[in-house]
């Protein structure tokens, strides 16, 4: 168990919907990392958020965004769903912003987009 | 920008056998090499990291891996597989001098044990 958590495991929707994934870190850590997996991208990076800030974008879609609350937890949210979104959503956290420090990810989100 | 290849989808081997994942990179930059391990229906767990100074790192689990910068390769090698070992490994590169702390991920190598 890595401590971060995300929630829900599953979720399945339609074509044109709008989902939110939940992610909440481990106790201190600061930075939030959202990544993509998908069986024809792989794991892509999407965004990064540290104490509530953006620091640094991947290649996320515009029909995305996320945020960071002051509680450090953090949302991906998901807009005018298409089938190629189907994947697989990771959340990761680090204490800081370094490249030294480990991230740890979270068990993930499925999302399917029927 | 930088790119991860990772030349083996899959990998077969026996248990107790040797194992080696082969992992190059391409940057303009210098890198932090990471490996990580992906169990069915789990997140990625850290095996091993390289961020500078001695390049054969050891790992959690038994794996080893060697920078070579000159080869810009950042293999991953054990030398007796388990049954438990069964899973798909990435390997990744942080630039180091960049802003945020973003991964760049290999498209990730299957290993699959048999007794």
């Known amino acids: 168990d890595s401590g971060v958590t995300q929630t829900p495991k599953h979720l399945i929707t339609a074509t044109g919907q709008r989902v939110t994934l939940r992610c909440s870190p481990r106790?201190?850590?600061?930075?939030v990392y959202w990544y993509q997996q998908s069986l024809d991208q792989g794991l892509q990076f999407l965004i990064q958020?540290?104490?509530?800030?953006?620091?640094a974008k991947g290649n996320i879609l515009e029909r995305f965004s996320a945020q960071q609350f002051p509680d450090l937890h953090s949302e991906l949210n998901l807009s005018s769903l298409e089938l190629g979104d189907s994947a697989l959503y990771f959340c990761?956290?680090?204490?800081?912003?370094?490249?030294?420090?480990?991230?740890?990810f979270g068990p993930g989100t499925r999302l399917t987009v029927l | 920008a930088q790119s991860v290849t990772q030349l083996d989808s899959q990998v077969p081997v026996f248990e107790e056998a040797p194992v080696e994942l082969r992992c190059n990179y391409s940057?303009?930059?210098?890198?932090?090499l990471f490996w990580y391990v992906q169990y069915p229906n789990q997140g990625l767990q850290l095996l091993l990291k390289?961020?500078?100074?001695?390049?054969l790192v050891k790992g959690i689990n038994g794996f080893e891996a060697e920078f070579n910068k000159s080869q810009t390769s950042f293999h991953l090698r054990k030398p007796s597989v388990h049954i438990s070992d069964t899973a798909e490994y990435f390997c990744?590169?942080?630039?180091?001098?960049?802003?945020?702390?973003?991964?760049?991920f290999g498209g990730g190598t299957r290993v699959l044990v048999k007794p």
């Open positions: 958020y540290y104490n509530g800030e953006e620091r």
């Open positions: 940057s303009s930059v210098s890198v932090y």
């Open positions: 990761a956290s680090s204490v800081g912003t370094s490249g030294k420090n480990e991230q740890f």
């Open positions: 106790s201190g850590d600061l930075s």
């Open positions: 390289y961020l500078s100074g001695s390049t």
């Open positions: 990744a590169v942080r630039i180091i001098k960049a802003a945020g702390n973003k991964l760049t």
